[in-house]
């Protein structure tokens, strides 16, 4: 007995114990991501700083992490510049809407693609591949969404494009993969249809593919501006946020450049400011989402790379 005791003790010290070099590999290891980490926040504190400091502050010193003087002149000037809260609410419906039906149409796409006895699988498969290496073009992409759907000044015409991609169904795919064709086949026995096996015993085993994916479409949604730009003209009173801050720094540089910008000192003017307010303002509820699907999304990203 004491014996054996004694044993665990010595295999527990065993592995408790580590070798130099196993220890100079993790101190640098440690060194390394925390460089790496530093690297990473200190822009966005530096963008942070910048956003509360006087514009004649930012032209005389430049950029700091900690502001010399302190104002809120920059922010003042995005909120009185366009309807900045109600375009966040637009952002915000069009990511959580997007968000949902996206993930709702990518899953059912993948599930439906990995099925053996899914006799069109290989043809849709390379249909879907096929349009991300090739496309036709802006032009025809314009006329279409103009023309033949008549989604000119809609909303619908910034939801739409977004909901799927050829990228998001393939990780989708791989993802799928990992769950074991026996469960539907158990499914089946019990009686019960594809739609009850899919959402009862496919989603659940999805989560880490569906936080994902739903990290990317939300991100995309969120940072929107490309087809409001195209497709939202000035007859649209709250456009998203992204496009909305656009314009705010388009205003703000043609004011300094225009002829009552002359009548103003320059410093006045906060355009530096304004555009990292903007990037603040644009960047903030992503960063603050982030960690809650982080766990997920590692786990996810790693499943849908490694499978395939």
């Known amino acids: 007995m004491v014996n054996t005791k004694h044993q665990d003790l010595m295999t527990t010290g065993v592995k408790i114990k580590m070798d130099p070099t196993e220890k ?12 790496y980490a530093l690297c990473c926040v200190i822009p966005f504190l530096i963008i942070l700083s910048t956003s509360f400091t006087s514009e004649s502050v930012i032209r005389s010193v430049g950029v700091q992490i900690i502001p010399k003087e302190f104002t809120l002149e920059s922010y003042k000037m995005v909120i009185k510049s366009a309807n900045i809260f109600k375009s966040y609410i637009l952002t915000i419906g069009l990511t959580v809407v997007g968000t949902f039906v996206g993930l709702f149409i990518i899953s059912m796409t993948g599930y439906a693609l990995q099925r053996k006895d899914f006799e069109f699988r290989n043809i849709i498969s390379f249909y879907i591949y096929f349009t991300s290496l090739f496309s036709a073009g802006l032009a025809p992409y314009y006329l279409l969404m103009t023309q033949t759907y008549h989604l000119k000044d809609n909303y619908l015409a910034v939801l739409l494009p977004l909901l799927m991609s050829p990228w998001l169904i393939i990780l989708m795919k791989n993802f799928v993969k ?30 880490p593919a569906l936080a994902t994916i739903g ?7 969120w940072n929107e501006w490309y087809q409001s730009s195209l497709f939202l003209s000035s007859k649209v009173e709250v456009k998203p946020l992204q496009y909305t801050l656009y314009e705010i720094v388009n205003k703000t540089d043609a004011l300094r450049n225009s002829v009552a910008g002359q009548y103003v000192s320059i410093t006045d003017i906060p355009t530096e400011g304004v555009k990292m307010a903007n990037a603040v303002l644009a960047t903030g509820p992503i960063v603050l989402v982030y960690p809650f699907v982080q766990k997920y999304f590692i786990s996810g990203i790693t499943v849908g790379t490694v499978k395939g």
């Open 215 to 221: 990290l990317f479409l939300a991100i995309g949604y």
């Open 178 to 207: 990992a769950i074991p064709h026996e469960i539907t086949e158990s499914g089946k026995i019990d009686g019960a249809g594809d739609v009850r096996i899919f959402v009862s015993l496919v989603l659940p085993m999805l989560k």
């Open 24 to 35: 100079v590999t993790k101190v640098v290891g440690y060194v390394f991501v925390t460089f």
